[in-house]
């Protein structure tokens, strides 16, 4: 599925994705090419503990929580190595 084809399907939602084909550019953006929609949300913060569940079940698949609103994804990816403490991450630069 295209984002383009999520946003008419699920307008105006919270969603958790997983990226099956994706690629990043030259200024670290992330593209997803193909993607399934695991989950519709009633809010931001239920998307959130969605996503943060199945990043610890499957860490090496990628998903992504985000509003269907959004004309893009806009994911950037993060440089360097990120250390996780708890629920939060902290990105080494």
């Known amino acids: 599925m295209?984002?383009?084809?999520v946003r008419k399907t699920y307008p105006d939602q919270w969603v958790v994705v997983e990226a099956?084909?994706?690629h990043t550019?030259?200024?670290?953006r992330r593209h997803l090419d193909?993607?399934?929609v695991i989950d519709i949300?009633?809010?931001?913060t239920a998307?959130?503990?969605?996503?943060r569940?199945?990043?610890?079940?499957?860490?090496?698949?990628e998903f992504y929580f985000v509003h269907t609103s959004r004309t893009e994804p806009d994911i950037?990816?993060?440089?360097?190595?990120?250390i996780r403490r708890g629920n939060a991450s902290v990105s080494e630069r």
Not at 2 to 5: N, T, Y
Not at 41 to 44: A, K, T
Not at 47 to 51: G, I, K, N, P
Not at 53 to 61: C, G, I
């Open 20 to 22: 099956l084909e994706a």
């Open 41 to 44: 949300c009633p809010d931001g």
């Open 34 to 36: 193909r993607l399934a």
């Open 76 to 82: 950037v990816e993060r440089k360097g190595p990120v």
């Open 25 to 28: 550019d030259t200024d670290s």
């Open 47 to 51: 998307a959130m503990q969605l996503y």
């Open 2 to 5: 295209l984002w383009s084809d």
């Open 53 to 61: 569940s199945l990043h610890r079940q499957y860490p090496h698949r």
